[in-house]
């Protein structure tokens, strides 16, 4: 193998990998965008919960009510990721609000990271502010959305939080709004690093793919050469 062939399965493998670790770092809490699981839509595109179990995989409801969306709702409101959000809201107007809570599996001591999407829509729903509280691993905190949003708006935040067992519960619950309060696209980053794949990776890839097609190249030459000097003969 040439050189540049060499280079070229070290740089693609390193792309990989890098891409193989993002993915590895998003995959700790599953289901964050609330695509799984089965919406009887009670013809709103909408089911609501009460506090207790859910059909959103992974997930149960706590406080007063939380409603799971779907595209195509009469209310003028989308998803951030997918096609499912939630509404922590649901049907009733005002506090006290609903939310959403499940458990991951974590290591004691491990600093991590708890990112997701605030929705609004507060021209036509209500408010601002529109705010969700986040609990995890002892540490709680509020993230707020106080300016006018004039459509279906998604604002990411994110809190870090250090782990005391095996185990953490994760809860995100309304702490201020109207009639819409929308989380869709939780995550949690066990190394505190973006779980999106890093620029360069693409770019190892990119450089990786490039030597290889200039190899072939080379090698398509090289043989032409030859096979012209053996009917030369």
Request: glycine letters at 12%.
């Amino acid at each position: 193998m040439s050189f540049d062939r060499a280079l070229a399965h070290l740089l693609l493998g390193a792309g990989c990998m890098a891409l193989i670790t993002a993915n590895a770092r998003a995959s700790l809490l599953t289901n964050g965008s609330f695509e799984d699981g089965t919406l009887i839509n009670d013809g709103n595109s909408t089911m609501t919960f009460s506090a207790g179990p859910t059909n959103i995989v992974g997930w149960a409801a706590v406080g007063r009510q939380v409603s799971w969306i779907e595209a195509g709702n009469p209310f003028g409101l989308s998803a951030q990721d997918g096609s499912r959000f939630l509404d922590l809201t649901a049907y009733i107007t005002g506090a006290p609000f609903g939310g959403v809570s499940r458990t991951i599996d974590t290591i004691a001591g491990q600093q991590y990271v708890l990112s997701f999407y605030l929705g609004t829509y507060t021209q036509r729903w209500g408010g601002p502010p529109v705010s969700i509280l986040a609990s995890a691993g002892g540490t709680n905190q509020t993230f707020a959305v106080s300016t006018t949003s004039t459509a279906s708006t998604w604002t990411p935040f994110s809190m870090s939080f250090t782990a005391t067992s095996a185990s953490t519960p994760i809860t995100l619950t309304g702490a201020a709004g109207f009639q819409y309060i929308g989380l869709d696209n939780v995550s949690v980053d066990p190394s505190g690093a973006p779980a999106t794949p890093e620029p360069g990776s693409y770019a190892l890839i990119a450089i990786g793919l490039g030597l290889l097609g200039m190899a072939r190249q080379r090698r398509a030459k090289r043989n032409r050469s030859l096979s012209s000097a053996t009917r030369g003969l």
